[in-house]
T-cell receptor, first 118, second 115 residues
Framework: GAVVSQHPSWVICKSGTSVKIECRSLDFQATTMFWYRQFPKQSLMLMAT?????????EQGVEKDKFLINHASLTLSTLTVTSAHPEDSSFYIC??????????????FGPGTRLTVL | RKEVEQDPGPFNVPEGATVAFNCTYS??????FFWYRQDCRKEPKLLMS???SGNEDGRFTAQLNRASQYISLLIRDSKLSDSATYLC????????????????FGKGTHLIIQP
């Protein structure tokens, strides 16, 4: 149980294009999904918190107009990297948290999406 | 700014050895603590939660010292398959409740088990 999928698993695009990444919780409902980014040899950095039916909350330094997040249902959140540039090349990982009621705050991670912008 | 500090390593240890990792966190209000394992180019996977009383799962033992804001992970009888990056992870909320409360990750400690 508690499987999270991401699509695509990798993408290569030209500078200036937009890329959409999907994150799905396959066998549970997730009121909250998180988007992280990991550069080589760095830790995962939280980009934004996405709550179903409301606007995402972005971490300091993350441009909300560049990284568009939509959490339209309890099983799907999307991250769109608009006008991607080479410095946006990174490993993007989503995670999902099960609805209220659990005694600890475990998050289940998707397999990640490796974005390369040429 | 919430921070989690770890020794990046790499730790090179022979198979069968015991190895320990340490981690410190800056936010004294932190509530939940975890060790995750991340293999190269993969997503992190939960290894174990860390409880105040300390806890053990097979060859793995985790300890928490709230007064010193210090977390440790001990791996006994290390296996080749234990080679990975171990991430110390902290969260400030006990229960789910929405909001900007994602996990704060350390940079990880790279472990290499040698045959």
């Amino acid at each position: 149980g508690a499987v999270v999928s991401q699509h695509p698993s990798w993408v290569i695009c030209k500078s200036g294009t937009s890329v959409k990444i999907e994150c799905r919780s396959l066998d549970f409902q997730a009121t909250t999904m998180f988007w992280y980014r990991q550069f080589p040899k760095q830790s995962l950095m939280l980009m934004a918190t996405s709550n179903e039916g409301s606007k995402a909350t972005y971490e300091q330094g993350v441009e909300k107009d560049k990284f568009l997040i939509n959490h339209a249902s309890l099983t799907l959140s999307t991250l769109t990297v608009t006008s991607a540039h080479p410095e946006d090349s990174s490993f993007y990982i989503c995670s999902a948290r099960i609805r209220q009621g659990v005694s600890y705050n475990e998050q289940f991670f998707g397999p990640g999406t490796r974005l390369t912008v040429l | 700014r919430k921070e989690v500090e770890q020794d990046p390593g790499p730790f090179n240890v022979p198979e069968g050895a015991t190895v320990a990792f340490n981690c410190t966190y800056s936010n004294s209000a932190s509530q939940s603590f975890f060790w995750y394992r991340q293999d190269c180019r993969k997503e992190p996977k939960l290894l174990m939660s860390v409880y105040s009383s300390g806890n053990e799962d097979g060859r793995f033992t985790a300890q928490l010292n709230r007064a010193s804001q210090y977390i440790s992970l001990l791996i006994r009888d290390s296996k080749l398959s234990d080679s990975a990056t171990y991430l110390c992870v902290v969260n400030d909320l006990m229960y789910s409740g929405g909001g900007a409360d994602g996990l704060t990750f350390g940079k990880g400690t790279h472990l290499i088990i040698q045959p």
